[in-house]
């Protein structure tokens, strides 16, 4: 049984950083995508962050790129979201998601393509 557990959320003042991370278990990701998409209260959830594969090209959403940085490590079949100077607008619970198939770059964007959902970790930037 495949599970995504995410850890690293939290309360922070606006500029400050966190980092999430997502341990998969149940099986690996290494060559398929992983990403990670947030949703704020009365929004639809929306993609943050994602990688095709480990070491591959990564992509993020317009509103956090030169803020955001994903990351992957095989050896613990973990993903990483560093987030740097962090905005109210940024508050949401964010969800690490994977897919276990290969897919387009530009599908990665879409929640359709994910098979596996974390349960989410609360992001909460305070001004």
């Known amino acids: 049984q495949v599970q995504l557990v995410e850890s690293g959320g939290g309360l922070v003042q606006a500029g400050g950083s966190l980092r999430l991370s997502c341990a998969a278990s149940?099986?690996?990701?290494?060559?398929?995508?992983m990403g990670w998409f947030r949703q704020a209260p009365g929004t639809e959830r929306e993609f943050v962050a994602g990688?095709?594969?480990?070491?591959?090209?990564?992509y993020y959403a317009d509103s956090v790129k030169g803020r955001f940085t994903i990351s992957r490590d095989d050896a613990k079949n973990t993903v990483y979201l560093e987030m740097n100077s962090l905005k109210p607008d940024d508050t949401a619970v964010y969800y690490c998601?994977?897919?276990?198939?290969?897919?387009?770059?530009?599908?990665?964007?879409?929640?359709?393509?994910?098979?596996?959902w974390g349960q989410g970790t609360q992001v909460t930037v305070s001004s």
């Open positions: 998601a994977a897919a276990s198939r290969i897919i387009s770059t530009a599908a990665i964007l879409s929640r359709a393509v994910y098979d596996y």
């Open positions: 149940g099986r690996t990701f290494s060559v398929y995508p």
């Open positions: 990688s095709r594969r480990s070491g591959g090209m990564t």
